[in-house]
């Protein structure tokens, strides 16, 4: 395996870091060529190789994921509960997107089915993209910070940051997105898991914890109704990274996998960003 030295590691773990962000600001006129530059890098890097080589390779079957009744339409859109499988959906249908496999506009369409194809992309960058981005912008701030500084040479190894798996949606242990759906999640187990998690964070101040813990059964009060405050999941969002900041936002994301609550959190550090 090659090695790579410190500045070459944090120069292609930028590089892809800011090909991530160039998503999350992404248009109907920018989308395809953003998309495009981001499943090149994934190539001609090898560091970056490294990094997204892994999700690439989970098995992702599409076919239960994209749910259908009937015909051509998606009634919805299962997502894995695990943050790598979700991540790996995303980056292959961008590979999809990029080789011409999967038209972006009829691909969204028939999840969302707005007139206006903008409108479709827009949601979808919106709705199933921004958590899954952000969860890999957490990834490559915790590979800077625990891979890279510090050390004068970097392992090939370090950047595969996942194990290779099957990633399969069942119904009842998944997500599900897109137009007029409801769906009912349980989520009566994080709360002691992310307690446990704050509480073995030592950076935290004990009352940083104490106050973080409060949060935790709130957010698992919000997430265990029907429907959750898109505004209420926003808010909490909002004081976690107001005690925390970043590193206690990400501990939060970590443990509570569902897409709602990704998608709080991604509106959240976009407001700052």
Do not use: C
Request: charged letters at 25%; zero cysteines; aromatic letters at 8%.
């Amino acid at each position: 395996m090659r090695n790579y030295t410190q500045r070459e590691a944090k120069v292609a773990i930028r590089s892809l870091d800011t090909a991530v962000n160039e998503l999350l600001t992404t248009s109907y006129a920018t989308y395809q060529s953003k998309i495009n530059h981001f499943n090149e890098l994934s190539i001609s890097n090898p560091i970056i190789e490294s990094i997204i080589k892994p999700f690439k390779e989970i098995k992702v079957d599409f076919d239960e994921i994209h749910y259908r009744q009937n015909g051509f339409r998606i009634d919805e859109v299962r997502l894995p509960t695990d943050v790598n499988g979700r991540i790996a959906y995303l980056i292959q249908i961008f590979g999809k997107v990029s080789t011409g496999e999967i038209v972006f506009e009829k691909y969204t369409h028939a999840i969302y089915r707005h007139q206006r194809f903008e409108d479709n992309i827009q949601e979808f960058m919106y709705d199933i993209a921004r958590p899954q981005l952000l969860e890999l912008t957490y990834i490559l701030n915790d590979l800077l910070e625990y891979e890279v500084d510090g050390k004068e040479v970097i392992t090939e190894a370090s950047f595969q940051l996942i194990n290779h798996g099957s990633i399969i949606a069942h119904q009842g242990s998944n997500l599900a997105l897109g137009k007029d759906i409801q769906q009912t999640v349980s989520n009566n187990t994080f709360s002691k898991e992310l307690i446990e998690k704050i509480e073995g964070v030592e950076d935290f101040t004990d009352p940083q914890k104490s106050e973080l813990k409060l949060l935790a059964s709130e957010v698992q009060i919000e997430m265990g109704k029907t429907e959750p405050s898109p505004s209420r999941l926003k808010e909490l969002a909002g004081k976690v990274y107001e005690i925390g900041e970043n590193a206690a936002l990400k501990v939060f994301t970590t443990v509570v996998s569902d897409p709602r609550w990704g998608q709080a959190a991604a509106e959240t550090m976009l407001s700052i960003l």
